[in-house]
């Protein structure tokens, strides 16, 4: 696609509920990243895909988040039991390569609520 | 512990008043410096990418700046579309770390 595409825009959520965020890279892209911004603070790095593999799930804030990415492309970040301190909006990248000095392209991001 | 810290928070600018953004860094070997920008409601937007000390890149309005310790954004002649926060991130050489985000700069241009 032309740029990194993210659904839902927004979701609304109850407390207790589990919710899936999609994110679909920028075709060619091998590295893809999840990343929260939560009012007022940065990016909170959570995760990171090279390919289908994610070497490194330390970023993830609890158990309750998982993450998968199938055939190299679409990625999809799973949060069970949400609780309302996941409210956030949480953004996915991808870029060419991982690191290499290569940008990261951001999609509008997923406006999560839980309420 | 690698941080990126950026100042002001935020800055309020009249139309044609130039200034700079700062970003300064604490990390264990500098792969690249990254800046973004942020509209409401919209995920980052790349802006530039700086490898070295005594690098700069320009873009319109925009030139960006690096040192050992700390980059410069700086807007000259700021119109009110330049409104954004501005984010600094940094990718450094060890390990599988991607990009660390400082918290931005919420820019204000005012007509």
């Known amino acids: 696609g032309a740029g990194v595409s993210q659904s839902p825009s927004n979701k609304v959520t109850e407390k207790g509920k589990d919710v899936e965020l999609r994110c679909d890279p920028i075709s060619g892209h091998t590295a893809l990243y999840w990343y929260r911004q939560s009012l007022g603070q940065g990016l909170e790095f959570l995760i990171y895909f090279q390919g289908n593999s994610a070497p490194d799930k330390s970023g993830l804030p609890s158990d309750r988040f998982s993450a998968e990415r199938t055939g190299g492309s679409v990625s999809t970040l799973t949060i069970q039991r949400t609780q309302q301190e996941d409210s956030a909006v949480y953004l996915c990248a991808s870029s060419l390569v991982w690191q290499a000095n290569t940008e990261a392209f951001f999609g509008q991001g997923t406006r999560l609520t839980v309420v | 512990e690698d941080q990126v810290t950026q100042s002001p928070e935020a800055l309020r600018l009249q139309e044609g008043e130039s200034s700079s953004l700062n970003c300064s860094y604490t990390v264990s070997g500098l792969r690249g410096l990254f800046w973004y920008r942020q509209d409401p409601g919209k995920g980052p937007e790349f802006l530039f990418t700086?490898?070295?000390a005594g690098e700069e890149k320009e873009k319109e309005r925009l030139k960006a700046t690096l040192t050992k310790k700390e980059s410069f954004l700086h807007i000259t002649a700021p119109k009110p579309e330049d409104s954004a926060t501005y984010l600094c991130a940094v990718q450094i050489n060890s390990g599988n770390t991607p990009l660390v985000f400082g918290k931005g700069t919420r820019l204000s241009v005012i007509a």
């Open positions: 700086l490898y070295s």
